[in-house]
């Protein structure tokens, strides 16, 4: 099992109603979300943040910067 995963939900994250763990019975699959997501993020959020993808394990952590 892999997961994606926010590192910390920020005001924006919170608001837009979407789920801050998902699980997927493969690597790839997970990468593909944890890719989509935070280019999704990064497009649509109010740009005080920066989200990137850093792999721990079996999880695909979601880190959030200040822009």
């Not at 926010?6 to 998902?22: D, L, P, Q």
């Not at 695909?60 to 910067?65: H, M, Q, R, S």
């Amino acid at each position: 099992m892999f997961n994606v995963k926010m590192e910390k939900e920020c005001g924006c994250f919170k608001r837009s109603g979407m789920e801050s763990v998902k699980t997927f019975q493969n690597k790839d699959d997970a990468l593909i979300e944890a890719k989509e997501w935070a280019e999704e993020m990064n497009e649509t959020f109010c740009q005080k943040h920066n989200f990137s993808i850093v792999e721990e394990g079996n999880d695909l952590i979601i880190k959030v910067e200040m822009n």
